[in-house]
């Protein structure tokens, strides 16, 4: 069974902080990943994707990517309450096309 | 359309009655998916058509379940004999290419009586 792992929080930082997100996956054929961030009541949206290992910034986001380990993260810089929501990490499943995506970390980031 | 369009927003049903939910990929993208979460959890993979190939419909849950997809573009998903555990919202994706960044739509919530 491939499987996206994610701790399921909920995760507290306070505002000003760096909220860091973690994910492990369990194919090794998946070359994709990609975090989603979704509002209560909302449908996912892409913060970020990343293909190659190490690190990809992107404002006050960075993905992380270590292949080896199969491990993807997220890096919040300056967290903000605005940053308050649950990010879903998703792998994608070989070369068959689909995402398969962890069940998501709550994060909450505290004024 | 500029973003992936559902339809209806909301949907309530009885128990027993069939259901079709419609969605509107981004006009171009050769790849449709469809997921359902259900309330707190994550996204559940149901199935997905990439161009003029077979749909992977690995994830449906039961045979109640179909979707098609009509001319590379709108696609509706079927569930016969609503059941309770059905309730959800399904939410539907399109990705310019097989892979790629997938764009959501705004959902479906189902609620079965």
């Known amino acids: 069974q491939k499987e996206v792992e994610q701790n399921s929080g909920p995760l507290s930082v306070p505002e000003g902080a760096i909220a860091s997100l973690n994910c492990t996956y369990s194919?090794?054929?998946?070359?994709?990943f990609f975090w989603y961030r979704q509002y209560s009541g909302k449908s996912p949206e892409l913060i970020m994707f990343i293909y190659s290992n190490g690190d990809k910034e992107d404002g006050r986001f960075t993905a992380q990517l270590n292949k080896a380990s199969q491990y993807v993260s997220l890096l919040i810089r300056d967290s903000q309450p605005s940053d308050s929501a649950t990010y879903l990490c998703?792998?994608?499943?070989?070369?068959?096309?689909?995402?398969?995506f962890g069940k998501g970390t709550k994060l909450s980031v505290k004024p | 359309g500029a973003g992936v369009s559902q339809s209806p927003s909301n949907k309530v049903t009885e128990k027993g009655k069939d259901v079709e939910l419609r969605c509107d990929p981004i006009?171009?993208?050769?790849?449709l998916y469809w997921y359902r979460q259900s309330l707190g959890q994550g996204l559940e993979f149901l199935i997905y058509?990439?161009?003029?190939?077979?749909?992977?419909k690995s994830g449906l849950p039961s045979d109640r379940f179909s979707a098609e997809r009509t001319g590379g573009s709108v696609s509706t998903l079927t569930i016969q004999r609503t059941q309770q555990e059905d309730s959800a919202v399904y939410l539907c994706a399109s990705s310019l290419l097989a892979g790629g960044t997938q764009y959501f739509g705004p959902g479906t919530r189902l609620t079965v009586l």
């Open positions: 058509f990439q161009g003029n190939s077979a749909p992977d």
């Open positions: 998703a792998a994608e499943r070989g070369s068959q096309g689909n995402l398969i």
């Open positions: 194919d090794r054929g998946s070359q994709s």
């Open positions: 006009s171009g993208h050769t790849a």
